[in-house]
């Protein structure tokens, strides 16, 4: 017995009812064995993806948890591959705990907290990744956000990191009243550091591109 | 690109990288969609294969570009 994860991007044309049906007719093959179980199943939505899948611009991303033998997955690859409407498929053995994505507000089951917490969690998604949990606490978290973010732009700032700065400053803000000027004087600082530090990057970046050049006449 | 000297995925006591946490990955590959090689990232060795794992797995997918800005 092991947990898996298995990530399936259908078809954006099926309705929710079609995708539910079939996500049923591929649990039951794992459970069809007696022992194997599907213990989490995340609508996590229509997404663009990042590039064409059968000239399909879109998906509609569902994240699954099972644990099975090793069985039945062959059948059940079988099965996913027949399927036309499953654009692409993919099942992994679960190695870590990763946090489930947001369910999409438009999924069968929503939680009406879902999208608010996906921009703030979006802000810094590594972080995130570690203290998942910790995050739902809300108002003193997003103000701990901030000041992570400061601490570690401070350290060697760049480009996206200045930017998840600034959204966690933001959200700071709006959520807490306690705090804000203490945020959004850390918040400014760095920013000036990650400036000249990009410049300097910038500069350092061409030179060997440029001299790759020049090896390749 | 700037240059790192810790690895932050030791920084931040990441066990295992998120395939799924896209925005987390696209710290890790160029503008072009490359994934960045350890000099550039800082990353530890273990880490670094980790990272270039779930990039791969990102990759298929299409949660993250094979190659980026080239069709634009």
Redesign the interface.
Known sequence: MRDYEI?Y?FRVSLTSEEIEAKLKRYHAIIAADGSGEVTASVHWGK?Q???P?QKQPN?Y?V?ARFTSSPDPLQELERALKLEDDVL?Y?I?IQ?????L?DPAPTAPKPEEDGAEEADAE?AD??????ADGAEADGEADAADDAADAADEADE???A?EVEAEAEAADDADDATDEAPAEAEAEAEEPADDADT??DG?DA??GEPEESADAKEE | MAFRKACRCCETRIVGVDYKDERALDRYISDRGKILPRRATGSCARHQRAVTVAIKRARYLALLPYIRGYHD
Not at chain 1, 95 to 99: A, F, G, N, T, V
């Open positions: 990530v991007i997404r993806l990042a590039y899948i998906g991303y994240v692409r993919l992994v190695e870590h705990p990763w946090p994505p979006g998604a590594e972080e995130t990744e570690k060697a700032p760049d996206t530090e990009q990057a350092d970046a």
